[in-house]
Each structure stands twice: as C-alpha cells, then as structure tokens.
C-alpha cells in the first residue's frame, strides 16, 4: 500500500466520524428548540396570569395580553413543526451513522482477512520455495 492511500475502512472511518457530528448538530438544534419551546410557554403561563389579574393596569392592557397570548400560539406551534422535523432529522443522521459504522466494521474485517490470507499465502510461498521439506 502506498503511502497515501487509505484503506476502505479507514475512509469509512472518517465518513462516520463525519455522520457523528452531523448527527450532533442536529441534536444540538432539537435541543434548542425544545429550550425554545419551553420560553414560549413560560411566556404563555405570564400572559394568562396577566390577563387573570384583577389589577387595574393589567386590566387595561388586557387587550393587548390577548393578541400576545395569540402570537404566543402561533410560535408554540411554528417551533412544534419545527421540532418534529428536527426529530426525524436526528434519526435520519444517527441511521446513516450506524449503517457507515456497520459498512465500516466489515470492510475491517475482510482487510484482516485478506491481510491473514496473503500471510498464509507467503508463509506457503517461503516453504515451497525452500522445498518444504525438513531434515532430520
């Protein structure tokens, strides 16, 4: 093998390492989001306890709480779409990870194989080559 040549599972190797972040990543995103989602309904829970409130301030921006409480609604679900989607994504990358690391572990394994079949196969050369037979 030449110096700068890479074996299929070492390339593989590197496909997988790659995949594993990728997959990563998109767990990081859904995390995000599902920390995202958690603020909006925080703020969901402030505006229905302001708008609830019986104080004179809170009554007069009660208006104003509802078409907040309504964006609030909105968000809630564009960031559960959002999620979903991310979801999926997850499972699509850590799929494609393990169907590399599996890719990756077989074609180690027929490298050790050949690399075991070309050692019997000089082992057999040497001794045919010497005349394969022993003195005693």
Known sequence: MAGGEQTRSKKLKRLVNLQRHLEKMAE????????QLVEVNQSKERVIEAIGSVTPIHIQFSHNYAGRFG????????????????EV????????????????????????????DNAIYDLLEITLSTGGTKSY
């Open 28 to 35: 990081n995103e859904l995390a995000a989001t599902g920390r």
């Open 89 to 116: 994504r997850v499972i699509k990358e850590r799929t494609k990870g393990d169907r590399l690391e599996d890719q990756m572990k077989e074609a180690r394994e027929a490298e050790d194989r050949e690399k075991d």
């Open 71 to 86: 964006k609030l609604m909105v968000r809630e679900k564009q960031l559960t779409d959002i999620q979903k989607a991310q």
